[in-house]
Every structure is written in C-alpha cells, then in structure tokens.
C-alpha cells in the first residue's frame, strides 16, 4: 500500500462536474493498492496517517498529527502510484492490484479512517477526477507499509 500525502489548506476532488469531496486544513491522501495489500497493511496505513507528524507546533516544528490540529483527510484512489517506472519509458503496471481487488481495498481503507477520524472525504474509485489542492509547505510525504 502507498499513500502520497500533502498538508494543505484546502483541497477537492470533482467527478463530471460535481464536487464530490473538499477539505480545508488537513491532508490529501493519494492512494494506490499492490496485489500483495492486505487488511493488515490498510490497518498500520491508518495508524501511520493519523499519528504521523506533519503539523506544526507553536515553536514551527512539525509535531503535531491531524487529530491534534482538528484537520480533515480527502482520500483519493490513485492506482498509477503503484507503477513501475525502472525501465523504459513506459510505466508497467503489473504489480499493482486489479481493479476489483483495489476497489475493496480502497472501500476498506475509507470505512477503517471514518471508524477513527472525525472528517473523512474520498474521491471516486475508478473516475476521471480532477483534483485541486494548496500545498502547505509544501509538505509532501511517501509512505508505504
């Protein structure tokens, strides 16, 4: 499992013409599913997320995690971060998960961040998105477990 994510200031997600998610302060999670993904994996994604440290603290260190600054979380399914790109100069996408096995996935992920997390959005499995954000910072991490 790998997540792209960015502090930003605000950030939405629209589906043919629609918002269909919008945040404020907070993170965009771009998200993308291997074969090898599990439960197990989306679980220690969540923890990481909600604990990891990216805000700053009164001193203008980054010690404090998105439930200490009250932020919301924009999930987006991004199957293209699980290409490989080490040779040639087209990405291969063979090791990332098929597309029913992401979507469950992806369905997964949501349902264990809005168990834990007071303000969760998503884009949409499968869509033509456009996805609009304010890099904070820029703070901008890879993560993966």
């Not at 269909?20 to 679980?43: P, R, Y």
């Not at 909600?50 to 980054?62: C, I």
């Not at 979380?73 to 597309?99: D, E």
Request: proline residues 3%; negative net charge; contains cysteine.
């Amino acid at each position: 499992m790998i997540c792209l994510i960015q502090r930003v200031s605000h950030g939405s997600v629209v589906v043919n013409q629609q918002t269909i998610g919008k945040i404020d302060q907070g993170l965009v999670v771009l998200t993308g599913f291997q074969s090898d993904d599990s439960l197990n994996k989306i679980t220690k994604m969540v923890h990481k997320l909600l604990h990891y440290r990216l805000f700053s603290d009164e001193n203008d260190k980054m010690n404090l995690n998105i439930q200490q600054v009250q932020g919301s979380l924009l999930l987006v399914p991004q199957f293209t971060l699980a290409a490989n790109t080490q040779k040639g100069l087209r990405p291969s996408f063979s090791s990332a998960a098929p597309p029913e096995l992401a979507e469950n996935l992806f369905d997964q992920f949501v349902s264990q961040m809005r168990n834990e997390h007071h303000s969760v959005q998503t884009g949409m499995f499968g869509a033509d998105m456009q996805v609009s954000l304010t890099n904070d910072g820029p703070v901008t991490f890879w993560l993966e477990v």
